[in-house]
């Protein structure tokens, strides 16, 4: 078995990656003349790509002259004439496998105009208001910094969660059956690490968030996306796909999805819990930013107020909401995965730290968060009308998108034959930035999306970012015409 290290998030196509890395492997001896190279079929099961892209990768090598292909035999190095290249100190650090890839983008080079962060700008945030409950705080009890968090977590902090779930989501949830965690992220890779591994199979919404593919296709958990429409996953295809496959889970983000900004209508909610059962899937629901609706129009209750059964493990977090700075976050669960998840967590880091989690109570606890999240709302949609207008006088009908009713985000869809990964790159010379969408899809995805963040620049730069995109785009369009 041949081992590569590919990267759907990486500016080379898959199959330029095959032959880059197979030609480094033989300048560098590791493939020597003669040896024989796995067949096109063998290769692309060992890497999850296509048979067409290892074909791809195989017939450069052949032109570039360092495999030759025998019929009925197969592929072998042929012999390299040329002085190898010299080589770094660290060049054998190439052989070993690395899997995060979507991830990377944000290790990406910041630019003056980020519509690619999902994320707050700071002043949309109560920081300075955080920061004077903390230094309260403190004063008062200053042994909390010498105080390790309960595994489960703190159970004040637990109590105000539960208030909160039970008075704004309407989820009856005890605080003992809430594990808080460090972050929204934290929680899926603890029930990932928890309930899922090598061949389980696992649906998600298609397009999803990057993050989450990352976490499971980690764990070998084979990853199948489902379409969705203005409702939401189409759970016709899920029921289809369930009669095949046999799924373990269901990963969805429901209420003002990342990327597509899409909500989930509370028939397909109800639908979907129906197929979990059916089928005796568990359903993981994302809630990041069902507080931050528009048009004074609140979004469906989650899929876990209609759960009596325990099948919907609930993720909640306020990280991005209140401050990054703050990572908390909480699951949802009851029986016996509440137990392992408790296991999980003991193993992953023996608990949240306890100044995070009280640092959000003085929020929970009083009319403040809610005050907030007013406030936000107005700020947002207010970003969100401008970036629609924007678009709107900007582009044809080519381009299209749908206008989100909450979150922070708008997906874009371009013609089949445009590359955004290309116009990522294009872009990013110019200091604009945006996250293409093939990042969001796990295998083989579409490279004509894309996903803009309107809720990370100040106003001044959001209104001169867009402008510059939009000048950009066009610009890019005209060179490939």
Known sequence: MMKLSLSRGSRDSLSEQIFQQITSRIHSNMLTSGEKLPSVRQLSADTGVSLLTVH????RLEAAGVVQSIHGKGVF????????????SYDWQLSIPTYLTRSSFHSRP??????????????LLPTIYL??????MLEAESSILGTYGDVQGDFLTREAFSAYFQNELGLSGSPDNIIMTTGLHQGIELIAKTLLGPGDVII???????GALDIFINRGAKVIPIAMDEEG???DLLAQVARAYHPKAIYVNPTFQNPTGRSMSMERRQELLYQAQLHGMFIIEDDSWSELYFDEKPPPKPIKSLDDEGRVLFLKGFSKALAPGIRVGAILAEGSFKQSLLSAKSSSDLGTPLLTQRAVLPFLTSTRMLEHFEKLRLALELRRDKTVAVLANSFDSSISWSVP????????????????????EYCLQHDVSFLPGHACYPYEPPYNHLRLTYSLLNENDLAEGLKTFAALTNAFLKQKI
């Open 56 to 59: 791809k990768a195989y017939k």
């Open 77 to 88: 190095v042929k012999a390299v004439l040329n002085e190898s290249p010299a080589m770094s």
């Open 110 to 123: 910041k630019t003056k105009y980020r519509f690619d962060y999902s994320a707050l700008n700071s002043g």
């Open 131 to 136: 920061a004077d409950q903390l230094k309260q």
């Open 204 to 210: 998600t919404e298609a397009p999803t968030y990057p």
């Open 233 to 235: 996953i189409r759970t």
């Open 405 to 424: 009713e909450g979150g922070l985000n708008i997906w874009l869809t371009f013609p089949e034959n445009v590359s955004t990964l290309d116009l990522y």
